[in-house]
RNA sequence: GCCCCUGUGGCGGAAUGGUAGACGCGACAGACUCAAAAUCUGUUGUCCGCAAGGGCGUGCUGGUUCGAGUCCGGCCAGGGGCACCA
């Protein structure tokens, strides 16, 4: 070691320095929003959690990225909100009560406790004094009283729908205690059972919901195409065939179809099974009967339904068709009409869908070809193993032959409609949202049942009402339900004994409308302080996984045209931009025996993985998503300790785009250590001949210049890029930067104040992901104030702009040479530049191009 | 089955229809060192060639274009979503 090399002597410690700021931060409370008129807001919020215990570096994503965001707009001048909470209410919390004697409460607050200590070492820069639980009943008794708003307008209502039912214990099953049909603790076969149920009357809003989609013009289209397909609407028909007899009191079938233009091509009638027309007839056909039994058992899933075999059961009715009262319809019951989907009953037309046409093969049905593909004889045209879906004229179809599909519909619609037996339709997709859950850890539903008055609400004056402590999980059910005093209070109407509602709402209402919540957290009197939602609302950035792309954010689109009908707030959408982040992955280790092993458990020697400090070999698996089963997880205090928290918020912005999913490596961790240290040490290295504060960097020429080029370069670029959510482009500009400050020699004539600016610049970039480091560096070059409240840098554009740029040279489109040149220059200069080159007077060999295209400062393209 | 997304070096990935492989990781070589670590410098798609240079290259296959990783058609592979969408 020398004395002369000062590289020897610095070296950056991340762990104390990160420490101190963090403190400092906290102490001076800078990141606590106040609303301020006079500036632009800007709203980020990453999706809350589920406080399931610990958090590992894979969740730390999501939260790095939304800070990213919020330190930069803060920088650029913004009005900075952003809060955090916790969606507390939840199923595994009675699971940890079930099966560890912990209270849901005591298990939930603990989490809480643990995790929010873990994000404090990410430093993240959230406002704190916003934080709730939406486990407190100070934020529940909000939801209640909306709840109870939106039945008095008619958006919450009750009526019977399915639940899975497990018969041994007793108990309502979440589709994720379902497997394989069977309940995930008894085992017994799940069944069906009607309960009455409390919805929200989402499809009252089911047209605006589609159409305004359109006006998200900052959201992934992928998550758009998903919700529009979720909400599907579709224009058809809803008609009835007359039965020929009836085995109950209807004289009629009615069907829902997109298609009625094809009706002349349709050869059977389709019901489902739990169709009352089907019920009345298994009354008197056993087979049916178990039949619809059979239906009635098979798993209820899309892909499940879609993939199963298409089966039927010809029930003996006859359907007349609506346009031929000689003609008459065999009416099957089949596994792939559902009930809860237009009426319950198609008609089908084999010809023209694919499904129709493997049940008609099936069963033995006529194929009838109506639409006829250009080109095609009407009379020969036939149909084989696939259906013909596409375009065509109409044929065989009495008074339709010869329109095109659009027009032979409307008429179909308006000759349906002259018989008086049906009319246009539009359907969706979309249906009422549940809320009833048959659970404790949730917010109860603010309703007293009275067996004179019926539901009643409890009175506004009564709210919150609170989950009783005293509760067992050690019997299976609902502990509210057999809470020995809980449920009887008298009446709020008439004061006759009576009892609470003792379901729960779906703990997606708690998280639909907690970003307004954040607002103001404050009033105990009423959900929201309008002038806060005003000011605040929508949210600019919210970012989360793409597995909520369909309900949550349905279901809090939905809750906020609610929140406007009962007047809390004044908007319809709740997030202006919607950015969805991929996964964290890891690589995974199993030992000999199968177990795994976590990243702590393993060295690498040799390119082969052991069980550490012994020779046992260790079975190396595919990066997977970060998870605690696999042991594959990275906890965020163990790289704090170590690398500092930096080096871990850099590697996550750095490696991968952020929508995809990035796997967490130790190299890459290196790597980004690497660049703290390297940033810290040519700091330091550049210090002695940096200008004074404030000296101006004007008038800098040759390599100066250059690098001060570079500087308002990467400025320009990496402003574009975190606009646009591109870290790991921005991260890879920075990197130019660094490289750029490493190969310039810091003792240069005249290079101190472009010195000061390049290091003052490159610090102020890294701030919103390097904050820690960013600081100490920020102090080191002089500054009593903190980088939290320096500005953003702005890059001149005169520096940006190159004055002289290199062309590509092509000929016949192959890349022949290249040439520099001035900027802008005319067309006609710069082919006769290229066509002094050698290489392309050697390829012309004394003869003129054809074609010459010149794409301005970009390429020529000889054509010969 | 339907809807959506993604296929680029050894790896993660760059690239408004205009020089494919920026930047990082890894690897190799060198400098410094007694040695190592750290750091620095250089090389690194592939094939032919001493070199200059050239051929081939973005899952496959057609097409549009002066020019295609990028646009269009048809395939193949991987991933995600799904509540028979009538």
Redesign the pocket.
């Known amino acids: ?2 004395e002369t ?1 000062p ?2 002597h610095v ?1 950056y410690d991340a762990a104390a320095a990160e420490a101190r700021w963090r403190a400092r931060w906290k102490e001076e409370d800078v990141f606590r929003a106040r609303i301020d008129a006079s500036r632009p807001k800007y709203y980020v919020l990453e999706m809350f959690p589920y406080p399931s215990g610990k958090i590992h570096i894979g969740h730390g994503r999501n939260y790095v990225m939304g800070d990213v965001i919020a330190r930069y707009k803060r920088m650029a001048g913004f009005n900075v909100l952003h809060p955090f909470g916790w969606d507390a209410f939840g199923l595994p919390a009675e699971n940890a009560a079930a099966e560890r004697g912990v209270h849901p409460k005591g298990w939930t607050y603990e989490n809480i406790a643990a995790m929010k200590e873990q994000l404090d070492l990410l430093g993240l820069s959230l406002d704190w004094s916003r934080e709730f639980a939406t486990c407190d009943p100070a934020y529940y008794r909000h939801q209640q009283r909306m709840f109870l708003d939106f039945l008095r307008l008619g958006l919450a209502y009750r009526k019977e729908s399915a639940v899975n039912w497990d018969p041994v214990d007793m108990t309502v099953l979440a ?1 994720e205690q379902v497997i394989d049909g069977l309940g995930w603790r008894s085992g017994a076969p799940v069944e069906k059972k009607m309960l009455t149920q409390w919805f929200f009357r989402i499809t009252a809003f089911a047209d605006d919901l589609l159409n305004d989609l359109k006006s998200l013009d900052r959201w992934p ?2 998550v758009r ?2 919700q529009a ?4 609407r ?1 224009e ?1 028909a809803s008609f009835r065939f007359a039965l020929a007899a009836s085995p109950g009191d209807d004289e009629t079938v009615e ?6 233009d094809t009706l002349f091509g349709a050869s059977f009638i ?1 019901i ?1 099974a739990d169709h009352p027309l089907a019920r009345a007839a298994a009354r008197t056909d056993p087979a049916l009967a178990a039949f619809i039994e059979q ?1 009635g058992r098979t ?10 075999e ?3 059961f010809d029930t003996g009715l006859r359907a007349v068709h609506p346009f031929d009262t000689n003609w008459s319809l065999p009416v099957y019951v ?16 084999p010809a023209h ?4 046409l493997e049940f008609a093969r099936k069963y033995g049905l006529p194929v009838k070809p109506v639409v006829i593909p250009p080109g095609e004889d009407a009379d020969a045209f036939m149909i084989g193993s696939e259906a013909y879906t596409g375009e065509g004229r109409m044929a065989h179809s009495a008074f339709l032959d010869g329109l095109d599909a659009t027009a032979a519909k409307a008429r179909a619609i308006e000759a349906l409609e002259r018989l008086g037996v049906g009319a246009r339709q539009v ?5 009422d ?1 549940g809320v009833s859950r048959q659970r404790y850890w949730g917010c109860p539903i603010p309703i007293v049942h009275c067996d004179a008055c019926g539901p009643v609400p409890v009175p506004l004056a009564d709210l919150p009402v609170t989950l009783p402590e005293d509760v067992t999980f050690d019997a299976p059910g609902n502990p509210l339900d057999r809470h020995p005093t809980w449920k009887h209070v008298p009446c709020p109407s008439c004061g006759a004994a009576a009892r609470r509602e003792t379901d729960t709402m779906d703990t997606f209402v708690d998280s639909s409308w907690y970003f307004a919540r954040f607002c103001d957290a404050s009033p105990a009197d009423r959900p929201t302080d309008l002038a806060a939602t005003d000011y605040w609302l929508p949210v600019d950035q919210y970012i989360g996984g ?2 909520h ?3 949550h954010l ?1 279901y809090a689109r939905f809750f906020v045209r609610a929140m406007k009908a009962a007047g809390h707030l004044h908007i319809s959408e709740p997030f202006a931009g919607l950015f969805t982040q ?1 996964m964290i992955t890891h690589e995974t280790y199993r030992d000999a025996n199968g177990r795994w092993l976590s990243p702590e458990e393993i060295e690498k020697r040799d390119g082969l993985v052991f069980t550490r400090g012994s020779n046992a070999p260790v079975t190396l698996g595919p990066p997977e998503k970060m998870s605690k089963s696999k042991k594959n997880v990275v906890p965020p205090e163990e790289i704090a300790a170590t690398y500092g928290v930096d080096c871990a918020r850099w590697f996550l912005m ?4 952020p ?5 967490w ?1 130790q ?2 961790v ?6 703290v ?2 940033i810290w ?2 700091l330091n290295d550049a210090l002695p001949h940096m200008a004074e504060k404030g000296a101006s960097a004007e008038g800098a020429q040759g390599v100066v210049l250059e690098l001060r080029r570079i500087v308002h370069r990467t400025v320009h670029e990496l402003t574009q890029d975190l606009e646009q959510f ?1 870290f ?2 921005g ?6 930067l ?2 750029a400050l ?2 310039f020699d810091a003792r240069t004539q005249g290079a101190g104040a472009v010195l000061r600016e390049a290091y003052e610049t490159l610090v102020l970039l890294v701030a919103p992901m390097m904050p820690h480091l960013a600081e100490e560096a920020w102090a080191l070059l002089g500054h009593d104030a903190m980088v939290v409240h320096a500005a953003w840098p702005k890059a001149l554009p005169e520096l940006v702009a190159q004055d002289t ?6 000929i ?7 040439i520099a040149l001035k900027k802008d220059l005319a067309a006609a200069e710069v082919e006769a530049a290229v066509l002094a080159l050698d ?1 392309v007077k050697r390829a012309l060999a004394g003869g003129r191009p054809k ?1 010459v ?1 010149v ?7 000889l ?1 010969v």
Do not use: H
């Not at 869908?353 to 129709?356: I, W």
């Open positions: 070691m020398t090399d590289r020897m070296r589709n289209d992928k195409a998903m397909n979720w909400i599907g579709s058809g069907v829902y179809s997109t298609r009625p389709a489902a239906c798993a209820t899933t899309e892909a499940a339904i879609e993939t199963a298409k089966l039927g089949a596994n792939f009409v559902l009930m809860d989907y237009g009426t319950g009953a198609i008609f089908g037309c869908d694919q499904r129709d359907n969706w997709r979309l249906r949202w793409i597995e792309a369909i309900l349905l991929g750095s490696d991968s785009p929508e995809r999913d990035s796997e490596t190299a890459g290196d790597g980004a250590a690497r660049l240290q390297r040490r040519l591109r790991n482009r991260v890879a500009r920075l990197y130019e660094v490289n490493g190969a740029v290199t062309l590509a040279v092509q016949n489109g192959k890349r022949r040479d290249e290489a074609k295209i794409v301005p400062n970009r390429i020529v393209n054509v």
